[in-house]
T-cell receptor
Framework: GAGVSQSPRYKVAKRGQDVALRCDPISGHVSLFWYQQALGQGPEFLTYFQNEAQLDKSGLPSDRFFAERPEGSVSTLKIQRTQQEDSAVYLC?????????????FGSGTRLTVV | RKEVEQDPGPFNVPEGATVAFNCTYSNSASQSFFWYRQDCRKEPKLLMSVYSSGNEDGRFTAQLNRASQYISLLIRDSKLSDSATYLCVVTVRNRDDKIIFGKGTRLHILP
């Protein structure tokens, strides 16, 4: 596609509910990144894929967070048993390069609110 | 000390003025530096890369000072459309090429 597409745009979850956030990167982009952005903060790194391989998941805050990219294109970020502190905007970015900061295209994000 | 620090602002600047803000980084292994712009409720977008020799793009000038470990962004003849949050981004090589975002500096251009 022309850009990075994320869905849903907004998600309200009850505490304890599982959620799945989808990212459809730019076609041909080998690198895909997930970031979490809390209100008034900068994006915080969660995880990084190169094609289908998850090369870095050191930013995932707990084992309730899980990401996959099984065919090297679309990625899903899953959060199990959501907590209020999970409320944030989840941004996906893709790139033709690795994590060098250049050439990132971000999606519009999914705004998750846990109530 | 946080790895990337920015003054959160807000910087309230009259239209047409020049404004500058800095970003400091703590890791001397930092390799690449960028400024991203983020509009309210929008995704970040790359504004410009930052090189040791300085980088100018129209009204925007970015500088890197490796000795003092900071980067700067200068905006001349500011426009209302420059109102946004400016994110400092640093790539650290000794952490598997991790990219670290600052919290951002909010800029409001006043008419």
């Amino acid at each position: 596609g022309a850009g990075v597409s994320q869905s849903p745009r907004y998600k309200v979850a009850k505490r304890g509910q599982d959620v799945a956030l989808r990212c459809d990167p730019i076609s041909g982009h080998v690198s895909l990144f997930w970031y979490q952005q809390a209100l008034g903060q900068g994006p915080e790194f969660l995880t990084y894929f190169q094609n289908e391989a998850q090369l870095d998941k050191s930013g995932l805050p707990s084992d309730r967070f899980f990401a996959e990219r099984p065919e090297g294109s679309v990625s899903t970020l899953k959060i199990q048993r959501t907590q209020q502190e999970d409320s944030a905007v989840y941004l996906c970015a893709s790139s033709s390069w690795g994590p060098i900061g250049y050439g990132y295209t971000f999606g519009s994000g999914t705004r998750l609110t846990v109530v | 000390r946080k790895e990337v620090e920015q003054d959160p602002g807000p910087f309230n600047v009259p239209e047409g003025a020049t404004v500058a803000f800095n970003c400091t980084y703590s890791n001397s292994a930092s390799q690449s530096f960028f400024w991203y712009r983020q509009d309210c409720r929008k995704e970040p977008k790359l504004l410009m890369s930052v090189y040791s020799s300085g980088n100018e793009d129209g009204r925007f000038t970015a500088q890197l000072n490796r000795a003092s470990q900071y980067i700067s962004l200068l905006i001349r003849d500011s426009k209302l459309s420059d109102s946004a949050t400016y994110l400092c981004v640093v790539t650290v090589r000794n952490r598997d090429d991790k990219i670290i975002f600052g919290k951002g500096t909010r800029l409001h251009i006043l008419p």
